[in-house]
């Protein structure tokens, strides 16, 4: 089964920097864009970022562009995501996704979220 497990969400002052993890299974981890989504509390999920399956393109929300990097490392089927100087705006719970468009599909897979709190 596909299964994506976020993790280093935490509670960060303004200006702070977090790590966050996804480690994916289930999947040839290297073959797929994989994605980094958001939400906030009484609002839609949005997009953040999204990796190529090599980790030879990257595209970012304008409103984390500059401050966020995502990377992935293939050997450990584990995608990141680098939060630098970061806003009250960013607090929401983040969420790791993979969309596989094969015949019968296409299939969405999400992780369970991991929360993101900044705030003095």
């Known amino acids: 089964q596909v299964q994506l497990v976020e993790s280093g969400g935490d509670l960060v002052q303004p200006g702070g920097s977090l790590r966050l993890s996804c480690a994916a299974s289930?999947?040839?981890?290297?073959?797929?864009?994989m994605n980094w989504y958001r939400q906030a509390p009484g609002k839609e999920r949005e997009f953040v970022a999204v990796?190529?399956?090599?980790?030879?393109?990257?595209n970012y929300a304008e409103s984390v562009r500059g401050r966020f990097t995502v990377s992935r490392d293939n050997t450990k089927n584990t995608l990141y995501l680098q939060m630098n100087s970061l806003k009250p705006e960013d607090t929401a719970v983040y969420y790791c996704?993979?969309?596989?468009?094969?015949?019968?599909?296409?299939?969405?897979?999400w992780g369970q979220g991991t929360q993101v709190t900044v705030s003095s």
């Open positions: 289930g999947i040839t981890f290297s073959r797929y864009f």
């Open positions: 996704n993979v969309r596989i468009v094969i015949a019968g599909g296409p299939y969405e897979y």
């Open positions: 990796m190529t399956g090599t980790g030879d393109s990257t």
